[in-house]
C-alpha cells in the first residue's frame, strides 16, 4: 500500500478538532455509493464525529450548498456531470460554504490532478487507494485547521478593511468642517494682533501670540491626521 504523501497522524497533534461531543457537517460528493459507504466507514473507524449528506453529482452538491452551511466537503475528483475541480471552484464561489475545508479524492493515478487542486485552493487530498482511516483523520484534521485559520484572516482583515474606511472618512469630515473654522480663528486672531499692537499691551501680545500657535498646531495635527488616513487608505489597498 502506498503511503502517504502529506504526512502521518504524529505530524498533525491538532486532532481534537474533531471530537464525539461536536460533530462535524459533512458533505460528500461522489458519484458512487460504494465509495461514499466506504469514507463513512473510515470515518467511523478513525472516530470522526462527521454528520454527513450526500451528493452524487455537481448539481446535487449546488442544490446542497444552498441549502446548508458544511464544515468540511470531500470531492471525488471523477465525477459524471463534471469533475472535482470545477466542483472545488462552484464550493469557493458559493456565498454559505466558500470558507468550508475541501479535500479532494484522487486515484493513485491522478497525482497531479491532487497537487493541481491544492494550487486551486483545496485544503488537503487523498489517494483513494491508499486512503485509511490514519490518513483520513490526519487530512480532516488539517483542512479544518488550515479552514479556521483561513477564516480567521479573513475576518481580521475585513475588520482592517472597515477601521481604514471609518478613519478615512472621519479625516474627510474632520478636514471639512474643521479647518474652515481654524481658518477663520487664525484671521480672527492675527487681525486681533493687530489692534493690541499699538497699544503696547505686553500680556495681550502674548496671549495673543499663545493663542496664534495653539491654532497652528491644531491645524497641523489635522493635516497630519487627514495624510495619515491616507496613508492607511493606501496601504490598506496594496495589500490586496
Known amino acids: 500500500m502506498q503511503k502517504p ?33 466506504r469514507l463513512k466507514s473510515l470515518c467511523d473507524k478513525a472516530d470522526l464525529a462527521l454528520d454527513f449528506d450526500e451528493a452524487g453529482s455537481l448539481s446535487e452538491m449546488n442544490q446542497a450548498l444552498s441549502k446548508k452551511s458544511y464544515d468540511i466537503i470531500f470531492i471525488d475528483y471523477r465525477l459524471d456531470d463534471g469533475d472535482g475541480i470545477g466542483a472545488l471552484r462552484a464550493i469557493k464561489q458559493n456565498a454559505k460554504n466558500h470558507d468550508a475545508a475541501t479535500i479532494m479524492i484522487a486515484g493513485v493515478a491522478q497525482t497531479t490532478i491532487a497537487v493541481a487542486a491544492l494550487k486551486s485552493g483545496c485544503d488537503d487530498y487523498i489517494l483513494k487507494d491508499a486512503m485509511d482511516q490514519h490518513w483520513l483523520k490526519r487530512a480532516v484534521t488539517n483542512a479544518l485547521e488550515k479552514s479556521r485559520l483561513k477564516r480567521e484572516f479573513n475576518e481580521s482583515e475585513l475588520l482592517r ?80
Request: aromatic share 4%; hydrophobic share 35%.
Open 5 to 37: 504523501l502529506l504526512g502521518t497522524p504524529a505530524e498533525q497533534p491538532n486532532l481534537a478538532l474533531v471530537s464525539a461531543t461536536n460533530m462535524t457537517c459533512a458533505l460528500i460528493v461522489d458519484d458512487s455509493p460504494i465509495d461514499q459507504r
Open 161 to 240: 478593511s472597515t477601521l481604514s474606511k471609518i478613519l478615512s472618512d472621519f479625516s474627510k469630515s474632520c478636514t471639512v468642517e474643521m479647518k474652515p473654522i481654524l481658518s477663520r480663528m487664525l484671521r480672527q486672531v492675527r487681525s486681533l494682533r493687530g489692534t493690541i499692537a499699538p497699544v503696547g499691551s505686553g500680556q495681550g501680545k502674548s496671549d495673543i501670540h499663545d493663542l496664534e500657535n495653539c491654532c497652528s498646531e491644531l491645524w497641523n495635527y489635522i493635516e497630519g491626521f487627514e495624510r495619515a488616513a491616507v496613508d492607511a487608505c493606501d496601504s490598506q489597498f496594496s495589500n490586496h
